[in-house]
């Protein structure tokens, strides 16, 4: 009986191994997936707002065009008209696209931080089946009460039997 019951032990750790092991695998395949799904998501982002820059820019020059044709058409060339226009449409167009900077580099942290949050989940998920692995053969070995047997240290003789041995050796019965 002590062998199968050794064999079954050895059995389950070996099965409980191989599980912790393939949930480390497939987490590592995971958060993979996660980390290509963040950096496609991030270029992407950046493509577009590349192209809203350029889109804002192609804009303001048009309107610029316009503003200095409308000047020149009306004779108030270099007035302070037109370059305060031609000024607050520069300024807007910059603060613009500095916003989309902004937005670009913020992407990129939270793609980052994601990035940290999979690798976390995963060595959460590693230690975990570790955890797991350690507690199954710890209660395939007789968990607690094993462990307290093994440091009880031996037993003594019971107070009945300590009763009966005295009496028997008193001479009283």
Known sequence: MAVSTTTALI????????SAYTQ??????AADAQKEASRISSNQAQI?????????IREERIRRAQILQASEAA????????????????SIVAGNIASSHA????TQRLNQLGNRAA??????????????????VFSSLGGTAQLIDNFSGPKGPSAEDQVNRFVGTSGLF
Request: charge should be positive; proline fraction near 0%; charged fraction near 15%.
């Open 11 to 18: 059995a389950s750790a070996v099965v409980a191994a191989g």
């Open 48 to 56: 577009e707002q590349a192209a809203q820059r350029r889109q804002q």
């Open 103 to 106: 937005a670009d580099r913020t």
């Open 75 to 90: 004779g108030t060339a270099g007035s302070s008209g037109e370059t305060g226009s031609l000024g607050a449409m520069g």
């Open 24 to 29: 480390y695998k497939q987490g590592q395949k």
């Open 119 to 136: 690798s976390a989940q995963q060595r959460a998920a590693t230690a975990g089946a570790v955890g797991g692995l350690a507690g199954t």
